[in-house]
T-cell receptor
Framework: DVKVTQSSRYLVKRTGEKVFLECVQD?????MFWYRQDPGLGLRLIYF???????EKGDIPEGYSVSREKKERFSLILESASTNQTSMYLC????????????FGPGTRLTVT | AQKVTQAQTEISVVEKEDVTLDCVYE???????LFWYKQPPSGELVFLIR??????QNEISGRYSWNFQKSTSSFNFTITASQVVDSAVYFC?????????????FGPGTSLSVIP
């Protein structure tokens, strides 16, 4: 069965902290994504990785960085967390190629105080 | 510019009623894909259907059906005889091509509540 897992369901951090969100998929997918979901805005792409060590900026990369050292793992890093980064973060993966569906993790609800 | 609009923010229906969720998209590309995803209260988005721009045939899967009309740039989703388990947020998404990968744009979502 297809599986995408995220390291935490809920996370509370303080302003200025460095935050790591981890995502692991077991489907041998080449492509992985990080989105943030906010009410009324839908899902917005932060970063996309099309293969190991390869990444592309999405629509809202400011304040975030990513790391993909292994095919199954895609990390989102908030270098210095701010309150406007309080949100739901969703990770997804899919096979390489255009038009394929994405498989999502359960999400991490991050609160920055 | 590419855009996906889901004008209905929230919908409430009584169980067994039919309900249609609207999706209107904008793109200048001639080749693209459209998707519907369901996000139940547990939070994990689940893929429901994919349609490419060359296939306007409508699709039915059990109580779910989809109506794709290029002339109106719409890809609407109908649930027949709704059930409480259909309560979720539904997202429509558009995938268009960039040079080496596609860009997926999600609509804002429609929150459906099915009341017993």
């Amino acid at each position: 069965d297809v599986k995408v897992t995220q390291s935490s369901r809920y996370l509370v951090k303080r302003t200025g902290e460095k935050v790591f969100l981890e995502c692991v998929q077991d489907m041998d997918h080449e492509n992985m994504f990080w989105y943030r979901q906010d009410p009324g805005l839908g899902l917005r792409l932060i970063y996309f990785s099309y293969d190991v060590k390869m990444k592309e900026k999405g629509d809202i990369p400011e304040g975030y960085s990513v790391s993909r050292e292994k095919k199954e793992r895609f990390s989102l890093i908030l270098e210095s967390a701010s309150t406007n980064q309080t949100s739901m973060y969703l990770c997804a993966s899919r096979v390489a190629g255009v038009g394929y569906e994405q498989y999502f993790g359960p999400g991490t609800r991050l609160t920055v105080t | 510019a590419q855009k996906v609009t889901q004008a209905q923010t929230e919908i409430s229906v009584v169980e067994k009623e039919d309900v249609t969720l609207d999706c209107v998209y904008e793109t200048r590309d001639t080749t693209y894909y459209l998707f519907w995803y369901k996000q139940p209260p547990s939070g994990e988005l689940v893929f429901l259907i994919r349609r490419n721009s060359f296939d306007e045939q409508n699709e039915i899967s059990g109580r779910y059906s989809w109506n794709f009309q290029k002339s109106t740039s719409s890809f609407n989703f109908t649930i027949t005889a709704s059930q409480v388990v259909d309560s979720a947020v539904y997202f429509c998404a558009l995938s268009t091509f960039k040079t080496s990968y596609d860009k997926v744009i999600f609509g804002p979502g429609t929150s459906l509540s099915v009341i017993p």
